[in-house]
């Protein structure tokens, strides 16, 4: 999508800021003992409050309102009967539509306790989103968002998952440009234009490179158990100079 109106602007901010507070509403309810499902159903009375519709449910008939993936699953979890447990890493990927456009963001953390281990993983993952994010704007290619969220998983010493990746998002919840990868991909000449809507969400792993379905569910993508997987979102509008952030939340 290419922002042209100022009711087109106005109308994704809205749907950036519901959903944004989604996720901040979900996490802030995480607890142990409940299951993903209980978790996502208070997500989808969130969203149903303010009027938006779950991304997934409405354009791939997913069964549930958000993704919820836990320890190795790293994308696209299905809320289940799945107990949450203290120290489990958890990932819950919010994406809704209002009024016909779309916004798209996710976030990891972890139930407390936290592991060190985790903990830098997250540390490594949210900077590599705000790293690629500071080289955004009008006229530069795509691949500086992998080259600088590469920078940031080789500093920390982690991989990269090359099979999930970042995506133009707006008047549906994947157009183009399609496939942004969070790896540099020095032949990728695609470029950025002012009022492109896009997401960026690197996935940062303890050493795996890619993902799998792992659950039998057709949805669940995981890694080996042996490895663990966190990601943050943003949806944002790119301008001359830089970008506009759409899924901030409010200050809590």
């Not at 289940?80 to 996710?106: F, M, P, R, T």
């Not at 998952?161 to 000449?189: A, C, M, Q, T, W």
Request: charged residues 25%.
């Amino acid at each position: 999508m290419i922002v042209k109106t100022e009711a087109e602007l106005e109308g994704l901010k809205k749907i950036g800021k519901i959903v944004a507070n989604c996720l901040q509403y979900m996490m802030q309810k995480t607890e142990p003992g409940m299951t993903t499902k209980e978790l996502d159903l208070l997500g989808g009375q969130f969203l149903e409050k303010h009027g938006a519709r779950s991304g997934p449910m409405l354009t791939y008939n997913f069964p549930g309102y958000n993704c919820i993936s836990v320890n190795h699953e790293a994308a696209h979890g299905v809320p289940s009967d799945k107990i949450i447990q203290a120290g489990d890493l958890i990932n819950i990927d919010v994406s809704a539509e209002l009024n016909g456009l779309y916004a798209d963001n996710g976030g990891s953390f972890v139930v407390p306790p936290g592991r060190p281990e985790d903990i830098r993983l997250l540390e490594a993952t949210k900077k590599a989103l705000m790293h690629a994010i500071g080289g955004v704007k009008a006229g530069v290619k795509l691949n500086i968002i992998g080259k600088r969220v590469e920078e940031i998983a080789d500093q920390y010493g982690y991989s990269i998952i090359e099979n999930l990746g970042s995506h133009g998002v707006g008047k549906s919840l994947h157009e183009s440009p399609k496939f942004i990868p969070s790896y540099y991909d020095r032949n990728d000449d695609r470029k950025l234009r002012e009022g492109n809507v896009i997401t960026i969400e690197p996935f940062l792993s303890t050493g795996a490179f890619g993902v799998d379905e792992i659950r039998g569910d057709n949805w669940t993508l995981g890694t080996g158990p042996e490895h663990r997987t966190a990601q943050f979102e943003h949806s944002m509008v790119v301008l001359k100079d830089g970008v506009l952030l759409l899924t901030v939340p409010d200050p809590v």
